[in-house]
């Protein structure tokens, strides 16, 4: 065992100890390095150890820290068996979510907004200044339908991360993620078929379903290890089911990461059923333990998982750049994305071409994904100072997005109605269901680095969920 | 009668009796102006009369011509009824088209896209530098689901050229034209449905209609005037047609505009019928002549028409920024809008709404709509000259495209095969038919200046055609 690997195991276990409690200092790196007699850099290597396993947290110039917040409220409860598909509704309620431009006066903290304002990005803007003062033209032509081949090749690369070996041959270029899953589903679905879902789930796939009048069958779902595979197998010998969609990695909204067990196990009952898999994997660079997750298309050797992503997540939603490796389908998710909008818009490709490949994607990720899993810590501890008692959250694995859910009878939606004249907004929990369920959760945003302003809203959040609750309960 | 209108009668009688031969050199300004006792400016607004008419024709630094090629080959034929609605094929076909990336080693005349190397376009690059400069975050942000509000203001003003009054509340921004007609074509119709549509009609939607399960009743079209509206009546009788889909200004790729009564007609038998019209107007502000033709919208008083237009022509194909005036149908334009791609990008956006509002957008669209007419002369030269005796050409009254027409049993497929190893590309007729009709025709582009480039590519395009034709007749 190397050195780093031993010190962080003993400091590993004195905080599983108690020894060191949740925010306390952790000892600087000079006095360990006296004390166990190893350099400076043995000792920083084992804080970085330690930060992959959640187990301490940097703080710019002040060391590090136990991470606030560990003993976590109970997890939200796992989701019950749809007794059908069904069609979907709830569109009222997105378009009521989306229809306001984030960077207004209204806290949104419903949205699946990243935070922009990191410095790692500002490479990409330097990147889109240079091309527009270049004064070339290759940005305002039209470009290959299947996307500029240079970022397909940057792609490529980031892809291996997940344990995929896809060519850039093989992948498409589309406007962002809401593209690729749109195209995955006409280039697989008919109306009237019905296709499996993770459920809580995204509701733009739920409305992507609805508008191509597909119908949904939501699965039992986990907050820890994802949807019950022996739900889907007995879904599977009772429809005749086309396809399933999933984000397995960092799950939007609960946040879990599936077993790669459950992955592989996954991969075999389709391939016994002959089911398609379209797997989200969009927040799934943001886990916060490295490697990150490996994604089910990496156990994929029939071609049956289209895999979709997007930098909208990771760097910034406006550029609007996602792409899908759709496997055997490759044909018909060309057709789908020719007729859906033809090419793919060429200034934000060549632009993250650039970005990508000067080396900037990787370090912004890392700095992103340690300032979400500290800004978790946080929303969580406000949580549970500002929530009524007994109020579930999720245990993120990734991503910044935290699923709170409420005694049944609760309602979001009238919380979001009452936060109006505030100026905040959540996203209540039914728009990610088919069939309207959890009335009684929400989600929450926690891109943002903690703030005294964030923390009000979050508060005024948890007060007006107390008062609705206890006029329910009278 | 003012002293220029006048002068510009007395000018163009000698230019139409034959004084002033196509190519001539026409009068210097001063001369006209010492022989005739009038001011220079005079003389100027006779000679910018005679061009709107499409007598005259300047050339920078060297004066007024007479337009090459006023003796005209014959026009195409009108196009035949169809029996019957079908399904759509010739999808290899487009995909061969937009399969490569402009600004390669092929000369694509068959492609749809403008000149972008005008200085005019100069203050869009650096209004997108700034942007980046600025290293501000809205551009990365998602912005508003129906699009920026400054934009929308922009294009409703833009609008009133065509005689639409549509506030800014009711025009959602697209990824592109193409998405506009696609959002436009799944709010109104389901699979099995059938749609009149133009032809030859432009591919993209013949190709959207194919994806989503739609049929097309192409309708005879007269190379002057657009579809028969008896043609149509009768079809209407005979089939339940939920929408018409057309191109009526400067149409893709026969060029002409419908006159503004045969507009008024259809939106009659619209409402006597019941159907929705799908408006194409993306050609429509690159008409010769001023003030642009009016759009079937402007007509709309009951809102059954969506307007479908873009950016891609008129500035740059590459932004991807569009356009939809959806009428009574906003609701389920905004749920299709949303799940095929969400948000459109930002960053186009914002350089749009900046670029119109500074006041660009005209003096681009006077000089490239003075480029194209003056180019549409001397690619219609060269036809005569260089293709065989009898082809047929259309007339265009905008754009930048041209149809061609051989004889009967003419293959423009195998014209393209031909062309292959001479990296020339031209549009071949069939995928602008449902049915595939047109193998005896093209599209070419005109886009560019003339450069002895263009003409050694359209003489290689002829001579292989006359070789082609010759081996069919023996």
Redesign the interface.
């Known amino acids: 065992m190397t050195l780093y690997v031993n010190l962080a195991e003993l400091l590993g276990a004195r905080i599983e100890q108690g020894l060191y409690r949740p925010g306390d200092r952790l000892p600087s790196v000079r006095t360990l390095s006296l004390e166990h007699g190893v350099s400076l850099s043995t000792v920083q290597q084992a804080y970085r150890h330690l930060e992959d396993q959640g187990l301490a947290m940097p703080r710019p110039k002040s060391g590090y820290f136990v991470p606030l917040g560990r003993e976590r409220p109970a997890l939200p409860m796992v989701s019950r068996m749809a007794q059908r598909p069904v069609e979907i509704s709830q569109?009222d309620q997105?378009?009521e979510l989306?229809?306001?431009?984030?960077?207004g006066d209204v806290m949104q903290l419903g949205?699946g907004?990243p935070d922009?304002?990191s410095p790692t990005?500002?490479p990409?803007?330097?990147?889109?200044?240079?091309?527009?003062?270049r004064?070339q033209?290759?940005?305002?032509?039209?470009?290959?339908?299947?996307g500029d081949p240079g970022l397909r090749e940057q792609v490529s690369r980031l892809m291996l991360d997940s344990g995929c070996q896809v060519p850039a041959e093989d992948i498409i270029i589309t406007?962002?993620c809401?593209?690729a899953l749109?195209v995955a589903i006409?280039a697989i679905c008919?109306?009237g078929d019905i296709v499996a879902v993770d459920s809580p789930s995204f509701h733009?796939v739920m409305?992507?379903l609805?508008?191509?009048?597909m119908k949904a069958l939501e699965l039992p779902t986990d907050p820890l290890t994802g949807i019950s595979l022996e739900a889907l197998e007995l879904a599977l010998e009772q429809w005749p089911i086309k396809a399933i969609q999933l984000t397995p990695s960092c799950n939007n909204p609960l946040g879990y990461i599936m077993p790669d067990a459950n992955k592989r196990a996954l991969l075999t009952l389709a391939q016994r059923y002959d089911m398609a898999i379209i797997e989200d994997d969009v927040y799934g660079d943001l886990a916060y333990s490295y490697p990150r997750p490996r994604s089910i298309k990496s156990y994929d050797g029939d071609g049956r998982v289209l895999l979709c992503s997007s930098f909208s997540k990771t760097?910034?939603?406006?550029?609007?750049t996602g792409w899908i490796a759709p496997g055997r389908y490759q044909q018909q998710v060309?057709?789908?994305k020719?007729?859906?909008?033809?090419?793919?818009?060429?200034?934000?490709q060549l632009a993250l071409a650039d970005f990508i490949g000067a080396g900037h994607y990787e370090p912004h990720l890392r700095r992103m994904r340690n300032q979400y899993a500290r800004s978790l810590e946080q929303m969580v501890d406000w949580v549970s100072r500002y929530f009524p008692p007994g109020t579930r959250v999720s245990q993120p694995k990734g991503g910044f997005m935290l699923w709170v859910e409420l005694d049944p009878g609760f309602d979001s939606q009238r919380l979001n109605r009452l936060l109006h004249p505030h100026k905040i907004q959540v996203a209540p929990g039914s728009i990610f269901s088919a069939a309207g369920k959890y009335r009684n959760c929400l989600r929450m945003n926690y891109a943002g680095k903690p703030s005294a302003e964030i923390e009000e809203a979050v508060r005024k959040v948890g007060a007006t969920t107390c008062a609705l609750l206890a006029e329910h309960q009278a």
């Open positions: 569109w997105v378009l989306i229809s306001v431009a984030p960077g949205r907004m922009i304002s990005l500002k990409l803007l330097r990147t889109l200044s240079r091309m527009g003062r004064q033209v290759k940005e305002l032509s039209y470009g290959s339908l299947q406007t962002g809401h593209e749109s006409r008919e109306p733009g409305q992507a609805k508008g191509f009048g760097l910034a939603p406006g550029l609007r060309l057709h789908m020719y007729i859906g909008t033809g090419m793919t818009a060429q200034l934000p």
